[in-house]
């Protein structure tokens, strides 16, 4: 057991969290927006909030002395959720042995802090924060969190909530422990094998700090102009907000051009504009259909019955039925291998390593190649396909 703290609680949100800094250090007036709109909590972040109970009871164990007992009852509970799925424990036991090495790596035992409330309001008014896990030592602050998402990677470098929590941390320690590198890590298990790690001095973050002072004070006064960009999918506004739909309908018009066919110069100005636009229609959708089915209008449109589908009454006393028809179970059922993802998380990664991957039964393929806008923080593609491979028909050069 080492020296530290845990709290505990329910995580509640500032109008400015760390967690949408991303977004409304973009995008100021954002905030206020969203505070006018109901906030509801997805599966996927339900699942999230489960798999950070359970890394929290990881790490009460690992270092502050719960008992097993406790432990094992405590957990049993977690276990019991409706969204809960054996592959967690492995997730949340890469996070607990990644703090574990890391804690073991300092020459004397660092301090920790588990689920640590952060007061921001040196940097936004009324804002604070709650980091995952926070260990000092040897003048290394580090803050490292746990993401439980598998659809967005989110990358340590230069992440500005891992930055606020930094910031929050150092003011909450640096009275206590000297402290002058500041040292963040991403444990996303569902994306990454290994955590995202990033580093930076003391002065550096003191100066983003700084930096971002104005914004902050702009985005909680609903100042600022509307900026719209891939920060906008994480928007609670994102279907409905005016400054994206024209935004999205104006790449429409940005095409026509003397030539009837667009050249290259011009298809990566009409790409970044109508980037999100497939995903937003689909999102505004879904809202006028919520609203059709309330009984509310949405001129131009109604609700429909869209295409039925079969099912099974009971499908146990069906097939029990077809069996006793004579009909042979190889007609019954299908056999199939399992996916490696899915044998992955049947087996546990160790066993699937070692049966696997060790003695060579698994190869990796690259993945298909993807355009991504040039601010994508992932290295460019080394082509080993040809062009003809990829694409049909190209625009013709003007
Ligand atoms: S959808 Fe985008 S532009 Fe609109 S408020 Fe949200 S972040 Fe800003």
């Given at each position: 057991m080492v020296a530290g703290e845990i709290a505990h609680g329910e995580r509640a949100h500032a109008l400015l969290s760390a967690s949408g800094a991303h977004r409304w250090l973009h995008c100021p007036p954002s905030a206020r927006l969203e505070s006018t709109l109901p906030d509801t909590e997805s599966e996927a972040a339900k699942r999230g909030t489960l798999a950070h109970e359970i890394s929290e009871l990881k790490l009460q164990k690992a270092?502050?002395?719960?008992?097993a007992a406790k432990f094992n009852s405590e957990l049993k509970k977690k276990q019991k959720?409706?969204?809960?799925?054996?592959v967690i424990e492995e997730h949340t036991n890469a996070y607990l042995d990644y703090i574990q090495s890391l804690v073991h790596s300092f020459p004397t035992p660092p301090h920790i802090a588990v689920e640590r409330k952060l007061d921001l309001t040196e940097y936004i008014p009324e804002g604070f924060g709650t980091s995952d896990c926070i260990v000092i030592g040897a003048g290394r602050l580090h803050i490292i969190d746990y993401k439980n998402g598998s659809g967005v990677p989110v990358p340590a470098e230069d992440n500005p909530q891992m930055k606020l929590y930094a910031l929050g941390a150092y003011k909450a320690f640096a009275m206590w422990f000297p402290i002058q590198e500041i040292h963040i890590a991403i444990v996303q298990p569902k994306v990454w094998n290994n955590p995202s790690e990033w580093s930076l001095p003391v002065e550096d973050l003191l100066a983003w700090g700084e930096s971002i002072k104005p914004i902050a004070q702009q985005a909680f006064a609903g100042e600022g102009a509307y900026s719209v960009g891939?920060?906008?999918?994480?928007?609670?506004?994102?279907?409905?907000?005016r400054a994206r739909v024209e935004h999205l309908l104006e790449a429409g018009t940005a095409a026509p051009k003397k030539p009837p066919l667009i050249g290259w110069d011009e298809v990566g100005e009409v790409l970044k504009k109508a980037d999100g636009i497939v995903s937003w229609y689909n999102d505004l959708k879904k809202l006028a259909l919520a609203e059709a089915l309330k009984g509310g209008d949405v001129p131009g449109w109604k609700v429909v019955e869209g295409r039925g589908g079969r099912e099974y009454v009971d499908l146990d006393k069906a097939f029990a039925y077809l069996k006793e028809q004579g009909i042979d179970d190889s007609i019954l059922f299908k056999r199939q291998p399992l996916t490696l993802p899915q044998l992955e998380d049947a087996l546990t990664k160790k066993v699937y390593k070692e049966l696997l991957v060790e003695p060579g039964h698994v190869v990796s393929r690259p993945g298909a190649p993807a355009l991504a806008q040039?601010?994508?923080?992932?290295?460019?593609y080394n082509p080993q396909v040809k062009p003809e491979d990829v694409f049909s028909t190209a625009p013709e050069q003007s």
């Open positions: 270092f502050f002395g719960l008992k959720h409706e969204l809960y799925e054996p891939s920060h906008c999918g994480f928007c609670r506004a994102k279907a409905t907000c040039i601010e994508d923080k992932r290295p460019a």
